[in-house]
């Protein structure tokens, strides 16, 4: 059974910087994307990157690039989304996903909540 | 990239059936039929429910149905049932360059 299983949720202040993860089971971690969607409270979904864990190649939606770091640790089939210095605005649910090769998304993380508050 | 254009709300009553449509432009919707479909309930993860604009994963009901004209994608349910009350993504493809795929707004389903 394919499972993408992420990190729990989490509660820092502004300035912090913060790693949440996603492993993935049940399926060949390194053959796949994973990307990772936003949800700000209320709203709707976002796209914000991907990444190939089999040679790290990752891609950024232009409102992300520069504001997180995705990664990915083959060994453990974990991918990583990292903040250097959080802001209030990223107050947000996270999910990591699977993409296919026809760019739909088949599977999807529980969601990681991050507070961002002082 | 701007984000594909979906209704805010729509609702129905049971047994009828609703559609829901996602505008894009010729660079996304348009261009490519890869057209995917998300269903969200409150407090959960999306599920997708088409994709590649008609194709229903193992599992979904075929009381869910995908079609596409020119820049617009529309997914139809019929038969609607009070577990259908949700929100519905629409999301596509848009090239090789980035974003590389771009989400509709959300729309909410209420079923009367």
């Known amino acids: 059974e394919v499972q993408l299983v992420q990190s729990g949720a989490e509660v820092k202040k502004p300035g912090e910087s913060l790693k949440i993860s996603c492993k993935g089971s049940g399926y060949s971690f390194t053959s796949y994307w994973i990307g990772w969607v936003r949800q700000m409270p209320g709203k709707g979904l976002e796209w914000m990157g991907i990444?190939?864990?089999?040679?790290?190649?990752?891609r950024y939606s232009p409102s992300f690039q520069g504001q997180v770091t995705i990664s990915a640790d083959k060994s453990i089939s974990t991918a990583y989304l990292q903040w250097s210095s959080l802001k209030a605005s990223d107050t947000a649910m996270y999910y990591c996903v699977r993409l296919t090769l026809i760019y739909y998304f088949d599977y999807w993380g529980q969601g990681t909540l991050v507070t961002v508050s002082s | 990239q701007s984000a594909l254009t979906q209704p805010a709300s729509v609702s129905g009553s049971p047994g009828q059936s609703i559609t829901i449509s996602c505008t894009g432009t010729s660079s996304d919707v348009g261009s490519y039929n890869l057209v995917s479909w998300y269903q969200q309930h409150p407090g959960k993860a999306p599920k997708l429910m088409i994709y590649?604009?008609?194709k229903r994963p193992s599992g979904v009901s075929n009381r869910f149905s995908g079609s596409k004209s020119g820049n617009t994608a529309s997914l139809t349910i019929s038969g609607l049932q009070a577990e259908d009350e949700a929100d519905y993504y629409c999301c596509s493809y848009a090239g090789s360059s980035t974003p590389y795929a771009v989400f509709g707004g959300g729309t909410q389903l209420t079923v009367l």
């Open positions: 590649e604009g008609s």
């Open positions: 990444i190939y864990p089999g040679d790290s190649d990752t």
